[in-house]
């Protein structure tokens, strides 16, 4: 069996607007046949060992107005990214130092925007709660497991956690966990995505946790 980096990607083409301050943007159902989405290349790469004195390290992206914290011990950073998705639009990723026993794939942290709704009122709470049901549709077993509203440096925030499954290119069928969270920050939908084998999720949630405890914008 093939060791896959990345499960997919979540779909990111949904917007919605909803509620009363969402007055230029209007939802109309997207046709999920016409949908861009992202999905994993099953290949492999070189994933260095934890330098010397690794610690906590910090990621600031000045294109997209944000940082996070992350333990260096135990991510490794690649800027510009190795997997890059078919919107091209991939900023970065934090990939486990770690392949898990048994497991296909590394957990993984990335990010990628949407920056379509420039100019317009985006309501984060529509834009998240239009997700499920494209994600349904292009991942296997759906399973939206919670929904949460919170806060990033002052702005509004949604986490999705869901566990589905990907078909890998090569017909295997990889079970996977995943904290999506969405956030505006001038104009574009910032999507985090903080992704485990299924397995494993429980041992990494304190650690995504504390990185999104993390997320600047600026």
Sequence with gaps: MRHYLLAALLAVTVAAGCGGDATSMTHTPPDTSTLPVDIGIGRQFNVPSAPSGAG???????????????????????????????LGNRVFELVSRTLPEGEVFRPNVGM????RFQG???????????????????????NLVARRSLTVSGHQAVIL???????????TVVPFHRYTLYTENRGNILIFTFTTPTAVFE???????????TIALF
């Design 112 to 115: 990628i925007v949407d920056s």
């Design 56 to 86: 906590i390290e910090t990621y600031s992206n000045a294109v997209f107005n944000f940082s996070l914290q992350f333990p260096a011990d135990e991510f490794a950073l690649f800027d510009p990214p190795q997997y890059v998705t078919t």
């Design 120 to 142: 317009q009122t985006i309501n984060i709470e529509g834009y998240a709660d239009a997700a499920p049901p494209i994600l349904s549709d292009f991942f296997v077993d759906f």
């Design 203 to 213: 041992t990494y949630r304190p650690v995504f946790d504390q990185i999104i405890s």
């Design 161 to 171: 956690e869901h566990q589905s499954s990907w078909a890998a290119p090569d017909g």
